[in-house]
């Protein structure tokens, strides 16, 4: 496990091309799974990979934190709760830090995936904190992305406000043994067309219905969505690379003063970046 979060550490740094460049064909199933904070996200996937590994699949969870390096936040709680499967040789449990990484969020993380997949993992869950940008990178990455939700119906509005039910494949009404679960569970119902289910993640109640949506979604999915999956992160990774781009702050200083004008400059934004490829 040292060695593996080791490389890890490799493939969210500046030396990430050196690992990759070593690493043959390999391919392993992606679930995302997001939503808003205390829906019970990490709860869910501890049961998730439960439910994996009785299947005799290997799991490696990887929470995502794109607010710092270092802090680490609340994903020291999601280990907690996934205490039960730490010393499983099988299952791996890593915090994803992206900023401050070469490439952010849309490099860090398909790269953690590949190297995941050479290294033998049948099943990689991807935990995100459900707030912003990251979600929608997540979705590009995940087959399916799975939305936790909590009964009530400041939930459900948060999330359609935050744009997650737009990624949603699969919603996940959690803690359903509370009251509200059924009119939650109406609500969305009118906001989206996918399938949604109830769930006690601390119990198991509604795991094997959840499980069977995640390998329904899998048995469905199309070659041409998972091309247009792949041409999102493409995307997603130019635009980070580009971001980052030597003198793009020059240039955008000569087309607030007149000098040359945005098509230019972005031709010439391209040109340098080809060029330092």
């Known amino acids: 496990m040292r060695a593996v979060g080791r490389l890890l550490s490799l493939v969210e740094s500046p030396r990430r091309d050196e690992v990759l460049a070593v690493l043959g064909p390999a391919t392993a199933r992606v679930v995302g799974l997001t939503g808003p904070p205390g829906a019970g996200k990490s709860t869910t996937v501890a049961a998730l990979v439960g439910a994996y590994r009785e299947r005799g699949s290997r799991v490696a969870v990887l929470a995502v934190d794109p607010s710092s390096p270092y802090s680490g936040g609340a994903l020291l709680g999601d280990r907690i709760r996934m205490a039960q499967h730490i010393n499983d040789p099988d299952v791996l449990i890593r915090s994803v830090a992206t900023r401050g990484h070469l490439g952010g969020l849309a490099a860090a993380v398909p790269a953690a995936i590949r190297l995941l997949a050479a290294l033998g993992y049948d099943l990689i869950l991807l935990e995100t904190v459900g707030v912003g940008q990251s979600e929608i990178e997540i979705a590009a990455v995940a087959e399916p992305t799975v939305v936790v939700l909590n009964p009530g119906a400041g939930d459900a509005v948060q999330a359609a406000k935050a744009g997650l039910l737009e990624v949603a494949d699969i919603v996940v009404v959690n803690k359903a043994d509370r009251e509200g679960a059924d009119q939650t569970v109406r609500d969305l ?82 040109a340098r970046s080809a060029r330092l490829t």
């Open 189 to 270: 119902r009118a906001e989206v067309r996918v399938p949604i289910l109830k769930l006690v993640a601390s119990r198991g109640d509604g795991l094997d219905d959840v499980v069977a949506a995640i390998d329904a979604h899998d048995q469905a999915d199309t070659r041409e969505r998972r091309i247009a999956k792949a041409q999102a992160q493409i995307l997603s990774l130019a635009m980070s690379r580009l971001r980052g781009a030597t003198g793009l702050g020059d240039l955008a200083e000569r087309v607030v003063t007149g000098d040359t004008d945005v098509y230019t400059a972005a031709a010439d934004l391209l």
